[in-house]
């Protein structure tokens, strides 16, 4: 990767100088001079215009944008550089492991080839333009991600002064490309579980390795990867709260190369959102299952205490191995499809649990608000786009699913404007004691 000048991009310049129009070898140009306060100064010359003419209209351009703060600091800057540089440098150790993905792929694999070799300072509306129609051509929704990526490439590009303007702003997708509503997805009633079905697998469930994340998801609404980043100091065993403030995923920014053989997956990473940290009551059944945990934690420490060859890892995850070991993402699997079988259940995935819980609250007319706080979801129209129809929930939900919230939630605890914004523990408690586990 080419170096930018950093000295332009981390400082904004305090004073310049333009100096006047001369002779250049055999053609007419001007040097300017940015001064950045501490002694230090970036000095440019542009040169070749074929009369002094040309040049001195290039020079009073250049006074006007240096006055106006929209003078060009780094002319150039191809698009490959400069892209390359915001993805890696800027970008990487800010965003998640998936989006870092995302966004290699569509700058690496259809950004730069497309116009990678042109100047920063070239990219306009119809080259971007040009650009969206060249990826549709070979997937829709890369060309979704190419559009975010350019847009906000470029807004950053602005702000260092690396660009005049924002040429991606009002630039549409091609029209061939399917408008979906954002993030949508509907939540099929045959893809929540009643209440026989929970009753069913709690109960095949109890013996398994996965017993507490189905209750951490079905119960308490939390994502995969929260539940087996959880450890026991994020559990206060007076008040019976649970925080939620990291996840196991892959680092953006971390070199594989560093590491033992299977923790690339299993890194200690910030939540999906600053909403995601949050603090849960723990219900009865749940907090009674994180001390039974606790108790096989520290009876497989002590075991391996003085075993040098595979001594116990004392990481404090709830969800661990035998030896303290963080489980992997796709550990559940093989033991959730056994569990669907046996119960004779939907084959639903294990997310559907945390949409289930999700469709509980909603169902029983709990606020939006308070029910994205609980999910740890970002805003309240996430939660009516991602995970159903609230109104449609309500009028139309099955037979099977009416009863089922009625036990969860019963009607005289139901708080339509839900104080605090959290959720009844003690109704989702009672309903738990009413199935007997």
């Known amino acids: 990767m080419e170096d930018i000048d950093k000295l332009v991009l ?4 305090t004073d310049f100088k333009v100096y006047s129009v001369t002779k250049i070898k055999k053609s007419y140009g001007y040097r300017v001079v940015l001064y950045y306060g501490d002694d230090e100064k970036n000095t440019q010359q542009f040169s070749g215009f074929k009369t002094k003419k040309l040049a001195e209209e290039s020079r009073n351009k250049t006074i006007t944008d240096l006055n106006n703060r929209t003078y ?10 400069y892209f390359t540089y915001w993805l890696e440098i800027i970008m990487r150790p800010k965003i998640t492991s998936d989006s870092y993905d995302s966004y290699k792929n569509a700058i690496y694999n259809y950004i730069i080839p497309i116009t990678g070799s042109i100047k920063l300072t070239a990219l306009n509306k119809g080259r971007i333009q040009t650009l969206y129609k060249k990826v549709s051509e070979k997937s829709f929704s890369v060309t979704k991600i190419c559009k975010v990526v350019t ?3 470029l807004d950053y590009a602005l702000s260092k002064n690396l660009v005049s303007f924002n040429a991606a702003l009002d630039v549409s997708l ?6 979906n509503k954002y993030r949508t997805i509907n939540i099929d009633s045959k893809k929540t579980l009643n209440e026989n079905q929970i009753k069913l697998l709690l109960e095949k469930a109890k013996n398994t390795p996965i017993y507490l994340p189905i209750l951490f998801a079905s119960l308490m609404g939390l994502r995969k990867s929260e539940i087996y980043g959880l450890k026991y100091s994020d559990v206060d065993y007076i008040h019976r709260t649970l925080k939620i403030e990291r996840q196991l995923g892959k680092k953006p920014n971390m070199d594989n190369k560093n590491l033992k053989l299977g923790e690339y997956t299993k890194q200690e990473i910030p939540v999906k959102t600053f909403s995601s940290i949050r603090e849960l ?7 009674e299952a994180i001390l039974e945990e606790k108790k096989k934690y520290e009876k497989n420490k002590n075991r391996r205490i003085n075993d040098k060859t595979t001594p116990f890892k004392d990481y404090g ?3 661990c191995s035998t030896y303290g070991n963080p489980r992997s993402k796709s550990f559940h699997f093989r033991h959730w499809k056994e569990l669907l079988q046996q119960c ?3 084959n639903i995935r294990f ?4 949409a289930s819980f999700c469709t509980i609250l909603l169902k029983n007319n709990f606020s939006m608000k308070a029910v994205s706080k609980e999910m740890g979801l970002a805003s309240e129209i996430i939660t009516v786009d991602v995970y159903g129809d609230k109104e449609e929930i309500i009028l139309t939900g099955v037979k099977e699913i009416e009863e089922f919230i009625k036990e969860v939630i019963p009607q005289d605890q139901t708080n339509n404007d839900f104080e605090n914004d959290s959720t009844s523990i003690t109704a989702i408690d009672e309903f738990i004691a009413k199935l007997s586990l």
């Open 317 to 319: 995850f709830i969800c």
């Open 10 to 13: 981390d400082r904004q310049y």
């Open 281 to 287: 009551n723990i219900p009865d059944i749940v907090f």
């Open 351 to 354: 997310h559907d649990l945390r």
């Open 72 to 81: 060009v600091v780094i002319d150039k800057l191809s698009v490959k550089t």
């Open 174 to 179: 091609p029209k061939d490309i399917p408008k």
């Open 151 to 153: 847009k906000t490439a």
């Open 344 to 346: 004779n259940l939907p």
